[in-house]
């Protein structure tokens, strides 16, 4: 193999592939709330339905996006989105078929000069070999007793898919056991959303609490629910790897609204406030319902946060664009199959 071909370790991790557009919009743009409301809804009645619609209907996207995978390239089976990271891209899969790239395993050992033998056993000469070692969460900036993955659970430990992450022990992925009332964590909540939405999220509910304008539950139901979460972790770290942060998007939003006050579940549900809602609003009520998930939603009513006096005008462009996104994309389409039909 020539020493200018680029090689990518794809390693014992898989990972779900998705296109950075679907329908000419992105991916994020896809999800609504209406769409989060009813999986939760399905997946508190159903989990293993739930888990196995949502994993097909990404397969489906990846498919119709890249075609069938080569099972040479060690893609397959994908691990589940909720779980594991997404990797988006246009172009990986069209180096992959064109051979521009080619997908390894991993890298056994370094024989010398600028041989390398791969786990398959073969030998190949590389010019550079780029370690990206990614990263792990380090709390080592904390005294042991508020260190809160300092008491590992031993099944984690010894679960294929733990990989020496450290699983840390807080309530909600934010809140510590041990000091709720002065000391909380940013960024490890994981779902499919936006990083710093979510963060903007937990903040405010950290805010309130602090400021006594809303509580906690007692410590021994706080322990009971990390004790269910890390059970959960655990269970899927048997199968493969899983990130520690991964929480079920509609429980934990749930809690967070009601926690920080945003407002959204009265708002959008079938309460007296979601019906007035529905009857004055219905063009912004479409919006926020099917329209993509904006950080501004949890802005947008009046609750115990401050309110954000843009909101409105946010949403309404956003979705605006969306849908011009989505025109613009069919109308290519039509132009393309038009040209395709002219030329046959």
């Not at 972790?233 to 998007?249: D, K, Y």
């Not at 959204?264 to 004055?280: C, S, T």
């Not at 904006?294 to 115990?304: D, E, H, I, S, V």
């Amino acid at each position: 193999m020539p020493p200018t071909l680029p090689l990518m370790r794809l390693g014992a991790d898989r990972f779900s592939k998705m296109p950075s557009l679907v329908n000419g919009v992105s991916v994020a743009d896809v999800i609504s709330y209406r769409s989060l409301y009813l999986e939760d809804i399905v997946g508190k009645l159903f989990p293993k339905v739930s888990e196995r619609l949502f994993h097909e209907a990404i397969h489906r996207v990846s498919r119709d996006a890249f075609g069938e995978l080569d099972p040479s390239w060690g893609l397959d089976p994908n691990l589940p989105v909720k779980t594991a990271n997404v990797v988006i891209s246009d172009t990986i899969i069209a180096n992959f078929r064109s051979k521009a790239v080619k997908p390894i395993q991993g890298i056994r050992r370094f024989i010398g000069g600028r041989k390398i033998e791969l786990n398959s056993g073969e030998v190949v000469e590389a010019d550079t070999v780029i370690c990206c070692t990614g990263y792990n969460n380090d709390f080592s900036l904390l005294e042991e007793e508020f260190d809160p993955a300092s008491n590992p659970s031993p099944r984690w430990l010894k679960a294929p898919g733990s990989k020496n992450r450290p699983c840390p022990r807080l309530y909600q992925n934010v809140f510590s056991l041990q000091a709720p009332d002065f000391l909380a964590f940013m960024g490890l909540v994981f779902f499919i959303n936006g990083t710093f939405c979510v963060a903007d999220i937990a903040s405010m509910c950290i805010a309130q609490v602090w400021s006594g304008r809303a509580s906690l539950p007692p410590a021994r139901q706080m322990q009971r629910w990390m004790d269910r979460h890390e059970e959960r972790i655990c269970s899927l770290a048997q199968t493969g790897p899983v990130l520690p942060a991964s929480l079920p998007q509609g429980e934990w939003l749930a809690w967070a609204d009601k926690t920080a006050g945003l407002g959204a579940a009265e708002h959008l549900g079938w309460g007296l406030k979601g019906w007035l809602f529905w009857w004055r609003e219905r063009r912004l009520w479409k919006m926020v319902m099917d329209g993509p998930l904006t950080a501004a939603l949890w802005r947008l009513f009046p609750g115990r946060r401050k309110c954000w006096d843009g909101a409105r005008a946010q949403i309404e462009r956003i979705n605006e664009e969306v849908e011009r996104k989505r025109e613009q994309a069919w109308e290519r389409e039509w132009k393309e199959s038009l040209d395709i039909d002219s030329s046959g």
